[in-house]
């Protein structure tokens, strides 16, 4: 079984408003991005449950943060790993130009270049950054991640979005579909197996699939 990984926001999730206001009371003036100032950002007790999180399922982080325009994801996890989230820093998306320069774009090329991840979950706060399409993935804090929003990542993590391989594999040939083009369908869409062995999108398909609608489409209609 492939290890589960969290896309992890920093600011408004391993921090809340108070911490914040807090730190910048004790560097008045200080502007610019540094590894002193991240490191004072960092809240020990929301960094716990995410570390929490980790411990139960397993899971690894990808950094999904503006943070990476700054750091590498090395450094980000040597500034996790002192505020007591241990967890293996894998990788880093989102922030600068990557498929977009939207989180969700470079979330879904990252999944879409490691298949061998199926079980994931979103911690972000920003509801800008996520199309509709991730909501069964994604947990939103609205103020730094609470004891409440621990569970819930968990259960998320413990289900897989795919089906086992040989299975994708059996139901596409069934319904004459590419299975690589029938395994990326599933895991951004969310569609349910069935839905994405139909030989034609639907409208409502499309719009599930965001802004990668159109480049499915097109496909779609070279297949058999």
């Known amino acids: ?25 004790r560097y008045p003036g200080a502007f610019r991005w540094s590894i002193e ?13 995410v570390q929490r999180i980790c411990d139960a ?27 007591g989230l241990t967890a293996p820093v894998i990788g ?15 979330t879904a090329e990252w999944l879409h270049n490691h298949p061998e991840v199926t079980r994931y979950v979103v911690i972000d706060d920003d509801a800008l950054a996520w199309g ?11 103020d730094g991640i609470g004891d ?6 968990i259960v998320i993590l413990g289900e897989s979005i795919l089906p086992t391989a040989p ?8 319904h004459g579909v590419n299975p690589v083009t029938y ?18 999108l639907t409208l409502a398909q499309c719009g599930r699939l965001g802004g990668l609608a159109s480049a499915h489409a097109r496909s779609n209609r070279k297949e058999p």
């Open 183 to 200: 395994r990326h369908r599933i895991r951004v869409s969310h569609m349910t197996p069935e839905e994405a062995a139909r030989p034609a």
């Open 92 to 106: 880093a998306v989102g922030g600068v130009r990557f498929s977009g320069d939207t989180r969700d774009d470079a």
């Open 148 to 153: 409440e929003h621990v569970p819930r990542a």
């Open 57 to 83: 399922t397993g899971a690894a982080i990808v950094i999904v943060s503006g943070w990476r325009r700054h750091a590498p994801a090395a450094d980000i996890a040597r500034l996790l790993a002192n505020r």
């Open 37 to 49: 100032l991240a490191q004072e950002l960092l809240d020990p007790i929301r960094c716990a449950r």
């Open 1 to 25: 079984m492939s290890t589960p990984v969290i896309f992890l926001d920093i600011d408004g999730v391993l921090n809340d408003e108070s911490w914040l206001r807090a730190v910048i009371a």
């Open 132 to 142: 509709s399409e991730w909501i069964k993935r994604w947990v939103r804090p609205v």
């Open 167 to 174: 299975t994708l594999a059996s139901i596409a040939r069934a």
